[in-house]
C-alpha cells in the first residue's frame, strides 16, 4: 500500500502565523500533490512536487519532499482565516493510471 | 480557468435504484478519474479511464458499478443497484496527460442512499 498519513490531525494557528504539515507514504512515487478542502466542499489542487524536486514554492505555499525519507511537508506562511480548511497530500505511484492515494489529511484552523 | 463540473451536487435515492452521477472534464484532459470520500474518511480511488476504456479500478468498483464517455465532453459513473454503504460524496477528477500529471478535481456529487 503506498497510503499516506499527514500529521499533525489537526492544528490552530493564530492569523499571520505559519502553518507546517507533514505527510509521509509508503512506496515509490512519481510525484506528490497537496489537496486543500474546505468543509464539505470539492477538492483544490494547491501545488504538485515531482520525484526529482527537493522544494517547490507557489505564492505563500512552500512543500518539500524527502524521497529517501518518503516524506513531504507543506508550509503555509503569513497564515490567514480562509486558510482554514482541510489539507491533504496524495501520492502517485509508480505504476499504470496514475491514481491517486490520499492521506487522512490535517485540519487548519486559522484564528483571527 | 477551466474546471472539472460535476451534476447533481446532491442526490438522493432509495436503495436498489439505480444512479448516474455526471461530469464534464476539462476539455483537453486525456486522463479521467472517479473517487469516493465516505463522510469523515479519506479520498478513494475507484477508477481511471483513458482513450475508452477503463485503465484500472479498485476493489471498490465491483460489478455495480461502471463509467463511460458517451460523447466527447461527458464522463459518467453509474451504480446500478444503490446500496446504503454507497453513500458518499463522488469526485470526477481529469488529468492533462502528456507532462500533465496535476488531478483537478470537480465540486462532487453528494449521494445519500436512504
Known amino acids: 500500500s503506498q497510503q499516506g498519513e499527514e500529521d499533525p490531525q489537526a492544528l490552530s494557528i493564530q492569523e499571520g502565523e505559519n502553518a507546517t504539515m507533514n505527510c509521509s507514504y509508503k512506496?515509490?512515487?512519481?510525484?506528490l500533490q497537496w489537496y486543500r478542502q474546505n468543509s464539505g466542499r470539492g477538492l483544490v489542487h494547491l501545488i504538485l512536487?515531482?520525484?526529482?524536486?527537493r522544494e517547490k514554492h507557489s505564492g505563500r505555499l512552500r512543500v518539500t519532499l524527502d524521497t529517501s525519507k518518503k516524506s513531504s511537508s507543506l508550509l503555509i506562511t503569513a497564515s490567514r482565516a480562509a486558510d482554514t480548511a482541510s489539507y491533504f497530500c496524495?501520492?502517485?505511484?509508480?505504476?499504470?493510471?496514475?491514481?491517486?492515494?490520499f492521506g487522512a489529511g490535517t485540519i487548519l484552523r486559522v484564528k483571527s | 480557468e477551466p474546471e472539472v463540473t460535476q451534476t447533481p451536487s446532491h442526490q438522493v435515492t432509495q436503495m436498489g435504484q439505480e444512479v448516474i452521477l455526471r461530469c464534464v472534464p476539462i476539455?483537453?484532459?486525456?486522463?479521467f478519474y472517479w473517487y469516493r470520500q465516505i463522510l469523515g474518511q479519506k479520498v478513494e480511488f475507484l477508477v481511471s479511464?483513458?482513450?475508452?476504456?477503463?485503465?484500472?479500478k479498485s476493489e471498490i468498483f465491483d460489478d455495480q458499478f461502471s463509467v463511460e464517455r458517451p460523447d466527447g465532453s461527458n464522463f459518467t459513473l453509474k451504480i446500478r443497484s444503490t446500496k446504503l454503504e454507497d453513500s458518499a460524496m463522488y469526485f470526477c477528477?481529469?488529468?492533462?496527460?502528456?507532462?500533465?500529471?496535476?488531478?483537478?478535481f470537480g465540486p462532487g456529487t453528494r449521494l445519500t442512499v436512504t
Open positions: 476539455s483537453n484532459h486525456l486522463y
Open positions: 496524495a501520492t502517485d505511484g509508480v505504476g499504470y493510471g496514475n491514481k491517486l492515494v
Open positions: 512506496t515509490s512515487i512519481n510525484n
Open positions: 479511464f483513458y482513450n475508452n476504456e477503463i485503465s484500472e
Open positions: 512536487i515531482r520525484s526529482n524536486e
Open positions: 477528477a481529469s488529468r492533462q496527460g502528456l507532462d500533465g500529471y496535476e488531478q483537478y
